[in-house]
């Protein structure tokens, strides 16, 4: 219990501390944000809209009032998801804006981890059972490699030869175009069609990150002693590969989830801009391009508050998995 | 808590073999040849050196200015006169892409020390003193390592107007740490309770003057492994910034060479050139630093090295 206590009070940190960040970023940066922002509004816009310069100095800075002042009235603003209007999307406030995308982002990079979790775990566990053997010699070092490719590159490449050359797959934006957003056959079967190149290319970038992990863990977890009593006791080799040492060594590579998710959030910016796919990733990279930066600061606050969520279920997940954490 | 821990470790006979294999590493003759006498490492050496000579010659072997335009010459696949093809512009891609080797490295090299000088610092630094300073340098590698570190750059290139080579250099030395920080601060871990540290300690040598004078070089090889692993993620980032376009906007590199190729959307034309040989360029830098880093680990890590060899 005060292990998970003291988890809780890391991740309200955490949140306070990306919360900041984010409130500090645009008042340390050289220039004036606030009149790249407005640049982009005519005054009709502005006057349509009262109260929006207040919310943006709150955000970005550049007001009359103290820092303190601001600090109070942007956590204010954002505890109401008040985030003013995104000025690449006018008139849609950013909350907006973001509730339209980052649920096809949500979708490609959630199924994508799960699946380059369970290959990349799964690939490291036997690659170290039998060392030397074909998985070892020649998936790991095919993964391995694909993992350092670039995440641009290999969806560019995955663009050409999979979707252009062997039309295997559709290879731009998230659904076909005519379609509009909803729940119905249509639509879904289309955005699935659609998510299954760019899913493709996360977990070629992101099984191999695992394979390598898991497969050091479990090579010095197969010296330990209870692995050879586990064998002494004469149990079929997998289910001592599976059951004792696979599960042991799956704990440290676990511990690694969040800043691995991370990264997968940030190779997911890549990947949506090389398909043109509607999600929060493409959203990001237009808004910083566009001086859109109401939209910017929302958008990096949702992508650290899904990285400590997903931490959070790991460490829940840990907690299942790890009797030594629930005994203490 | 850690000062529960008991001071004489039961382990120690393996490990003083250990650092003084490693100690003999330190006289430049040692390193590289043993370096040179693991198989991954001597690949991603010479791959390397490779990479490394052709950033010194690159002013001589490229045929053109790489922003020299030619209308009369876009859009041409790979031939004789134009070796990796040109652009929409006419520009010869072979030219950026050897000019951008050059930037690219020095980018990378760069901004990889600024993160390990702080790493190693914090991390070890954190791992001897203990205590609540310990607490307070893991606590916040911790929480920066669960900010997203692509959204953060992003957003900050996107407020900077001017995005010159010192300011990427700068701005991703000063993201990039935190990782390293939490290796370096558990390899510091196990080395702070040994006879050398503590004989120090018992000498009345300052914190600082351990960390810098005692640590630090027997931690050498695995700040070096640090260094090379912050040093490919830094290629990486940094192509992947040009890549959205949010990068350094002011030399050639191959990050934004495939910016371009992307912006006129020439791979849907059918044109592989103007992305396949920057991300050949980048590739080929980053996997000779993986193995040259899988090399370093298997040396430093009998158990991986021995089964390998035993193979």
């Given at each position: 219990m ?29 220039g004036?944000?606030?009149?790249g ?6 005054p009709?816009?502005?006057q ?5 310069i ?16 601001d600090?109070?009235?942007y956590?204010?603003?954002l ?12 008139p ?14 949500i ?22 059972w ?32 999979l ?41 070629s970038?992101f ?12 090579i ?18 997998r289910?001592v ?57 929302g ?29 203490s | 808590?850690?000062?529960?821990q ?73 031939s ?33 020390l ?5 790493a ?39 407020y900077?107007k001017a995005r ?23 390899q ?54 040009e890549?959205?376009?949010l990068g ?14 992307q ?21 080929v ?20 090295r ?6």
């Open positions: 005060r292990w998970f206590l003291r988890r809780l009070v890391f991740y309200a940190f955490a949140v306070w501390v990306a919360l900041t960040l984010n409130f500090l970023l645009p008042r340390l940066m050289p004036d944000p606030i009149a922002v407005l640049a982009h509004l005519s009709s816009q502005i349509a809209n009262p109260g929006i207040q919310t943006y100095e709150a955000l970005l800075g550049g007001g009359k009032g103290t820092i303190w002042h600090y109070v009235v956590l204010h603003r505890a109401h998801l008040n985030f003013g209007i995104s000025t690449s999307n006018y849609a406030p950013v909350s907006e804006v973001i509730g339209r995308t980052l649920p096809y982002s979708f490609l990079v959630g199924v994508a981890f799960l699946i380059a979790f369970a290959i990349g775990t799964t690939v490291g566990m036997i690659a170290a039998r060392r030397g053997g074909a998985v070892d010699t020649v998936v790991v070092p095919t993964l391995m490699a694909l993992g350092a490719f670039p995440a641009f590159f290999t969806a560019l490449l995955g663009v050409f030869f979707g252009l050359k062997l039309k295997w797959f559709p290879i731009q934006h998230g659904y076909d175009s005519g379609l509009v957003p909803g729940f119905d056959w249509a639509f879904l079967s289309s955005a699935f069609r659609h998510s299954q190149l760019p899913i493709l290319v996360i977990v970038a099984a191999g990150g695992w394979v390598l992990n898991m497969r050091t863990v479990m010095n977890t197969i010296s330990e002693e209870y692995v050879a009593m586990a064998h002494a006791k004469g149990l079929r080799d289910r590969m599976t059951r004792y040492a696979g599960r042991n060594a799956i704990l440290p590579p676990l511990n690694g989830f969040a800043a691995q998710f991370a990264g997968a959030v940030g190779g997911l910016v890549f990947i949506e801009v090389v398909f043109s796919y509607p999600g929060a990733g493409l959203t990001l990279q237009q808004a910083a391009l566009g001086n859109d930066y109401p939209l910017t600061q958008l990096l606050l949702i992508f650290a508050f899904c990285v400590i969520a997903s931490s959070f279920i790991m460490d829940l997940a840990n907690f299942v998995l790890d009797p030594r954490v629930r005994a | 808590m850690s000062q529960l008991p001071i004489i470790e039961p382990e120690l006979a393996p490990l003083t073999a250990f650092t003084a294999r490693k100690r003999g590493g330190l006289r430049v003759p040692g390193w590289l040849s043993l370096l040179l006498a693991n198989r991954k490492s001597r690949f991603g050496l010479i791959v390397l050196a490779f990479m490394i000579v052709i950033a010194v010659i690159a002013p001589w072997i490229s045929v053109a200015h790489p922003t020299d335009f030619n209308i009369l010459a876009t859009r041409q696949a790979p004789w006169h134009h070796l990796f093809g040109t652009t929409d512009q006419g520009s010869d891609i072979f030219s950026q892409v050897v000019l951008g080797t050059r930037r690219s490295l020095i980018l990378g090299a760069a901004a990889a600024i993160a390990t000088t702080l190693a610092t914090l991390g070890i630094l954190a791992a001897y003193a203990g205590g609540i300073v310990d607490e307070v340098v893991n606590f916040l590698t911790n929480v920066f390592l669960v900010i997203p570190t692509i959204p953060l750059l992003v957003v900050i290139s996107g900077l010159g080579m010192t300011t990427m250099i700068l701005v991703l030395g000063l993201t990039l740490w935190a990782f390293e920080a939490r290796i370096l601060r558990g510091a871990l196990s080395l702070r309770n040994r006879d050398f540290v503590q004989a120090a300690k018992v000498a009345g040598e300052s914190t600082w003057r351990i960390v810098f004078g005692e640590l630090m070089p027997n931690m050498i090889s695995r700040i070096t492994a640090a260094f090379v692993l912050v040093f490919y993620i830094a290629l990486l980032v940094d192509a992947g910034l890549f959205l376009g350094d906007n002011t030399h050639v590199s191959w990050g934004m060479v495939i910016y371009w190729a912006v006129n959307s020439t791979v849907l034309q059918g044109e592989w050139w103007p992305f396949l040989f920057p991300g050949l360029a980048l590739v830098t980053v996997v000779a630093l993986v193995f040259l880093l899988a090399g370093i680990d298997e040396l430093s890590n009998p158990r991986l021995n089964i390998k060899r035993s193979k």
